[in-house]
């Protein structure tokens, strides 16, 4: 069975409309485990922050969208048992550490991040971690 780590690009439209929101969705329900590193819940909730400060969204919507996050059944790693190969990622890829926290993450666990940040899949895909890194209007479809 696929392992999927999903990143917060990801997470956010399963509870906001946007482009690329109905790909998002098929991975909740793509008959495969998804995965986060615990730091997806705070990167989701500074873009929920953001959605807030741009009158995109009500505080009650951050709340209610972090709380129904809670009852997903996605399997949350640690991040400190992440951060030394994280680390290590981001100085050979030359992406962020919190990217690469997901990178990580999907190295440990012999999954594929799906992700719709063009800028971390456009940076990976070609590369040496590409099998890794899937975009998320290439989930396939479940019937």
């Given at each position: 069975m696929r392992r999927y780590v999903?990143?917060?690009s990801v997470a956010i439209k399963w509870f906001v409309?946007?482009?690329?929101?109905?790909?998002?969705?098929?991975?909740?329900h793509s008959g495969t485990h998804l995965h986060i590193p615990a730091f997806m819940v705070l990167e989701l909730g500074n873009v929920l922050a953001k959605k807030i400060r741009?009158?995109?969204l009500t505080p009650g919507d951050g709340e209610t969208i972090l709380r129904e996050l809670k009852q997903l059944p996605l399997q949350r790693h640690s991040d400190a048992r992440l951060f030394a190969a994280a680390?290590?990622?981001a100085l050979d890829t030359r992406r962020s550490?919190?990217?690469?926290?997901y990178l990580a993450l999907a190295e440990v666990?012999?999954?594929i991040i799906v992700t719709a940040d063009h800028k971390f899949f456009a940076g990976l895909r070609n590369g040496h971690h590409g099998?890794?890194?899937?975009w998320v209007e290439d989930l396939p479809?479940?019937?």
């Open positions: 999903v990143d917060a409309p946007e482009i690329h929101s109905d790909a998002a969705l098929r991975a909740q741009r009158n995109e680390y290590q990622l550490l919190y990217d690469c926290l666990i012999d999954g099998r890794r890194v899937m479809v479940v019937t």
